[in-house]
């Protein structure tokens, strides 16, 4: 006997109709604003995440050395492949590039709620325009997906930010300071003690007393008193932007959801611009529902011309908690329109039958396996089949088969020429005289 891997998961009928539901309106809300789908590999090149953040990135991934001697990983994230691919076809390809894509991912790291090794996520990207529509726009789009689940602004909120913001304050203090570890520890701050943040802060190149007056500069989220502290070029255009987003994110419909956030940094090195993260309201889920946000540099890093783009992706895992939280989880639960039932050699009229069914887009089944009449409805009571047709030998002598209503256990005969004839979805009045 084999045990599952830690951290992978195995998804069973019922579990897949909910996942699937929830993953199709997902995908419907990003095919209506005009992203398109792509198809990416599960594996990479390992130094697409080691060039950028470092070898020991490896201790995260799932990577090795395949038999050409390539170092490679199962890919942990999209926005690096996205980014290669606009690469690619960079001149051939139309601006903006608006792609999504459903898939899974993988990273080596401690299982916890809302997180495995294995996890899915939907992404959607926009590429080739700086303007805060394109971010507004993004934001939407998560906004929209999330309604049409079924939550609302009780459940869920937008924590937005700018990284410039971030580096623009460190800027300001007189010290030799490691921007990209100062803002990792304040990605990290709400996860961690104040404590273990400031000494975070002061490993980073800060002073103690600097670390706590970078923090309460943060953690207050007052974009006035920030602009006046700096005093920096860098620090008030990242502000007029960010406001700039959240005017257009308002025009959208998605203001009411977001909220500034300077704690929201985002850990991944390559975010240039505004950057946002998706949380439960309520706190019940401890990990953020999704996260994005601008990465205007990738394009050029990957060897590419300038492009700016920002992107979104929810984790499926935390998405799930959210929604089972408030009460919108699709049914875990599988549904069959018709279960034709086969009594002694009728086969030829129940495939006619099914076939028909099936060919008006029903989802049908029929025995498979040879059970007696009393097992055939057992089964389809236990896939919740709406109704049973049954074809019976005796039913056909007289050229009838009989239609039962799984619900009610009302049944009817009717004509075997007049099934399911004209008729997209039978009922027992249909055939009532």
């Not at 998706?278 to 990957?302: H, K």
């Not at 049914?331 to 086969?342: A, G, H, P």
């Not at 009594?343 to 029903?362: C, F, K, N, Q, S």
């Amino acid at each position: 006997m084999y045990d599952r891997i830690k951290g992978f998961r195995d998804f069973y009928p019922g579990e897949m109709v909910a996942r699937r539901a929830t993953t199709d309106a997902l995908e419907e809300v990003a095919r209506r604003y005009g992203f398109r789908e792509i198809g990416t590999p599960a594996l990479e090149r390992a130094g697409m995440w080691t060039d950028k953040s470092g070898d020991e990135i490896v201790e995260e991934l799932y990577a090795f050395e395949d038999q050409g001697g390539r170092h490679v990983t199962l890919t942990p994230e999209l926005t690096p492949t996205v980014a290669r691919m606009v690469v690619a076809k960079q001149q051939e390809l139309s601006k903006p590039i608006k792609w999504f894509s459903t898939r899974p991912f993988w990273r080596y790291e401690q299982v916890q709620q809302g997180r495995q090794r294995e996890f899915y996520q939907t992404n959607v990207d926009v590429f080739g325009s700086s303007e805060p529509e394109a971010d507004a726009e993004v934001l939407a789009w998560a906004a929209d997906a999330l309604t049409g689940l079924g939550l609302t602004g009780e459940h869920f909120e937008f924590r937005v930010s700018h990284r410039d913001i971030l580096g623009g304050l460190l800027e300001t203090f007189e010290a030799e300071v490691d921007a990209e570890a100062a803002i990792r520890a304040v990605d990290k701050s709400e996860k961690i003690s104040r404590a273990e943040y400031h000494d975070l802060l002061v490993d980073a190149g800060l002073s103690g007393s600097q670390a706590a007056q970078f923090d309460d500069l943060v953690s207050s989220g007052d974009l006035e008193d920030v602009v006046a502290f700096a005093d920096s070029t860098r620090v008030t255009e990242a502000v007029e932007n960010l406001r700039a987003v959240l005017a257009a994110a308002e025009d959208f419909g998605a203001g009411e959801y977001c909220t500034i956030s300077l704690e929201t940094a985002r850990g991944l090195d390559y975010y240039t611009g505004v950057v946002f993260e998706c949380f439960d309201s309520a706190g019940e889920v401890s990990r953020s529902i999704f996260g994005g946000g601008r990465y205007d540099d990738l394009i050029e890093d990957f060897g590419g011309q300038p492009t700016p783009a920002v992107g979104v992706a929810p984790g499926h895992a935390t998405l799930s908690l959210l929604c089972q939280r408030a009460g919108v989880w699709p049914d875990e639960e599988v549904s069959t329109d018709y279960y034709v039932l086969q009594v002694g050699d009728t086969r030829p009229t129940a495939g006619r039958i099914a076939r028909e069914l099936r060919d008006r887009g029903h989802v049908v089944e029929s025995d498979v396996a040879g059970r007696s009449f009393g097992a055939q409805l057992d089964y389809a009571d236990s896939i919740n089949a709406e109704t049973t047709v049954i074809v019976g030998e005796r039913d056909l002598e007289n050229d009838e088969v009989t239609v039962k209503d799984m619900g009610s256990g009302d049944q009817i005969q009717v004509p075997v020429s007049e099934f399911p004839g004209e008729h997209e979805a039978p009922t027992f009045g249909d055939f009532e005289n």
